[in-house]
């Protein structure tokens, strides 16, 4: 038994001797002293302990099998493993974000109701058929500008999917100033199993950042949505910080706190800076499945409002294993128009389209760079399995094109200790 690559080791600065011992694989960690650790090293450690270790993903047979696993990871998906999809219904939305990325393709287009019934056709006839699980995002624009075609959508496919023994779901990426509980009870009754609801901090920030077509704030309607939903559809909450406004967001979970949510009835709390518009410095926030921050500042609001979400009782994600869902065979973008995609921000590049309804998927082994990261200096970095190459949309906003690794071991070398520790320091001091 060797020590497995994927592991960080950090010495624990108020416990001199002992180390804390991370599996970026397993999300596993160990306090280790340094005695265990080095018989760890040699392979000289007692049976009880080498089995322990060996179950966290701490100890591998031999490293150079784990790199191979690891070269292999994608490349089997399990019979069970769902079909997921992101289906944008429309590019519409009411409200009117100044920062928002699909702003140059935005207005009143709409998924047909032809489209529609293909897409339902085709997921029947090519997953759930084959015995395959469904979870679909509805996605837009604001996907609840079309209530129709969610249902027209979701109905069909939980019918044929509850017929089959085969499990349906959907969820909503949504602006939340519909989703009140007359329609989310709807919603559930079709498959809803969740909602990300995006709050960009208290009231006078998110009425800036979030405002109606007409100008008004549109935090007080999705605050009420809110607390009228969150018993009945688990809520991922969370907005869009920038720079200069990330400290005054904790507001925005006081007043959620002191309007009765249970935090720890909300799925997830987690939040991102805005996402820059292509030519801008790429960012995004730690451990979205769309993570990385470069720039120092943005380490330091995520792991501050991090700690302020951990305070309060909300969840904040923990660091996982993790990729890009251009890996995964079967995550799909579905557009408006039915053409396929492998990220929701590539169909602004025609050059990215993957195939359609019609057409089927095309090979986009080249296109995307699938392999880029099966290289020596990724396959014997620690953190692979959260990384896998990172976001292939921030290479292309930097380069133009997806042509390297969007590497984030910097960021990582900054953030992940600090991120293990606040969670290490949450679970001891938890109630
Ligand atoms: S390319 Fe980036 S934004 Fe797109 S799915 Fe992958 S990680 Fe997310
Ligand atoms: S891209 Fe960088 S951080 Fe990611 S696995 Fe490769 S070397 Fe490690």
């Not at 904790?250 to 987690?270: E, S, T, W």
């Not at 095309?362 to 959260?386: F, T, V």
């Not at 990384?387 to 094109?401: A, E, I, M, S, V």
Request: proline fraction near 6%; charge should be negative.
């Amino acid at each position: 038994m060797q020590l497995s690559t994927y592991l960080k080791i950090y010495p624990c600065q108020d416990q001199p001797g002992m180390n804390i011992v991370y599996s970026t694989v397993r999300s596993s960690v160990v306090l280790l002293p340094d005695d265990l650790l080095e018989a760890a090293r040699r392979g000289t450690l007692p049976d009880e302990e080498r089995g322990t270790l060996a179950s966290l993903g701490i100890l591998t047979p031999d490293r150079e099998g784990e790199r191979e696993q690891m070269l292999k990871i994608f490349d089997i998906p399990r019979p069970d493993t769902p079909f997921s999809a992101i289906v944008l219904l429309n590019l519409d939305c009411n409200l009117a974000c100044p920062y928002c990325y699909e702003a140059s393709f935005r207005g009143k287009e709409y998924m047909s109701g032809e489209t529609a019934a293909l897409l339902v056709e085709t997921i029947r006839r090519e997953r759930i058929e084959k015995g395959q699980p469904v979870k679909l995002t509805f996605y837009g624009g604001e996907p609840l500008l079309s209530p129709d075609l969610i249902r027209a959508i979701a109905a069909p496919l939980k019918e044929g999917a509850q017929k089959l023994g085969v499990a349906f779901s959907f969820s909503l990426v949504t602006n939340g100033t519909l989703l009140n509980r007359a329609s989310a009870e709807e919603l559930a009754a079709l498959g809803l199993s969740g909602a990300k609801i995006t709050i960009d901090g208290p009231a006078e920030l998110h009425n800036k950042s979030r405002p109606y077509l007409s100008g008004n704030g549109s935090y007080e309607a999705i605050m009420r949505n809110v607390i009228d939903i969150f018993d009945i559809v688990p809520l991922q909450l969370g907005g869009n910080f920038t720079q200069g406004n990330y400290r005054d967001f904790p507001r925005m979970l006081d007043d959620l706190l002191a309007r009765g949510i249970d935090p720890a009835r909300v799925g997830a709390m987690l939040f991102a800076p805005v996402v820059p518009k292509a030519g801008e410095r790429a960012v995004t926030d730690f451990n979205t499945d769309c993570a990385c921050s470069y720039e120092p500042w943005l380490i330091e609001a995520g792991i501050f409002l991090r700690e302020e979400t951990l305070k309060r009782g909300f969840p904040a994600p923990k660091p996982k294993l993790s990729v890009c869902m251009v890996e995964l065979e079967n995550s799909l973008v579905i557009n408006i128009d039915g053409s396929y995609y492998k990220c929701p921000a590539f169909i602004a590049y025609p050059e990215l389209r993957i195939g359609s309804l019609t057409e089927g998927i095309a090979d986009y082994m080249k296109s995307h760079s699938m392999d880029i990261w099966k290289r020596d200096e990724c396959l014997e970095c620690a953190y692979l399995p959260i990384c896998f190459g990172g976001c292939r949309q921030l290479t292309l906003l930097r380069n133009g094109k997806i042509n390297e690794v969007d590497c984030r071991r910097e960021y990582y070398d900054t953030v992940l200790e600090r991120v293990i520790r606040q969670d290490l320091e949450y679970q001891r001091t938890k109630p």
